[in-house]
Nanobody
Framework: QVQLVESGGGLVQPGGSLRLSCVASAIILRTNTMGWYRQAPGNERELVAVISGSGATSYGDSVKGRFTISGDIDKNTVSLQMDNVEPEDTAVYYC???????????WGKGTLVTVSS
């Protein structure tokens, strides 16, 4: 069973930076996209950022201009650079890999990011 392992979460002050990383325990064939989602207490899980094999990226509206996703689809590694963080960014961040043929979504266990002074 392939596992996604996230790292880099923790406590950061408002306006600060944090970098999250995710690596798969084995190569996932036919990976279509890799990305990050987050879930704050009482909220639904939401898209943070996603990157495709072509390098195309997409971001949630609340993080545009502040977060940057990067990764190597072939190696199943993805990172999220979080700059100018806000208290509203506090959440558990989950790594996701979506593969096709057959369609399947893999999830990490999540890493907690807390933005607080």
């Amino acid at each position: 069973q392939v596992q996604l392992v996230e790292s880099g979460g923790g406590l950061v002050q408002p306006g600060g930076s944090l970098r999250l990383s995710c690596v798969a325990s084995a190569i996932i064939l036919r990976t279509n996209t890799m990305g990050w989602y987050r879930q704050a207490p009482g909220n639904e899980r939401e898209l943070v950022a996603v990157i495709s094999g072509s390098g195309a990226t997409s971001y949630g509206d609340s993080v545009k201009g502040r977060f940057t996703i990067s990764g190597d689809i072939d190696k199943n590694t993805v990172s999220l650079q979080m700059d100018n963080v806000e208290p509203e960014d506090t959440a558990v961040y989950y790594c996701n890999v979506y593969s096709r043929f057959p369609s399947r979504s893999y999830w990490g266990k999540g890493t907690l990011v807390t933005v607080s002074s």
